[in-house]
């Protein structure tokens, strides 16, 4: 959602959206490629197959330090 602007998600009900969430693949669609495969692991359905915070900054690789870890627009 942060990424696009979009639910990865859909259900015309929260039991429906509840059982997308477990069941379904996420619409990553509109998510750059580059992080499709990042974001589609930390959403998958079994906790167990999602990355660990140090697996996750591993996957990311270097960050550089920004001033302002903000784009424009936002206010902190």
Do not use: K, N
Not at 47 to 73: K, N
Request: proline fraction near 17%.
């Amino acid at each position: 959602m942060a990424c696009t602007g979009r639910a990865p998600f859909h259900g015309g009900s929260v039991p429906a959206l509840m059982y997308a969430v477990a069941h379904e693949a996420p619409d990553l669609t509109a998510v750059p490629p580059g992080l499709r495969g990042l974001i589609g692991a930390c959403l998958a359905p079994d906790p167990g197959l999602r990355p660990s915070p140090s697996e996750l900054l591993a996957l990311l690789g270097p960050v550089a330090p920004s001033a302002r870890p903000w784009p424009e627009g936002c206010t902190g």
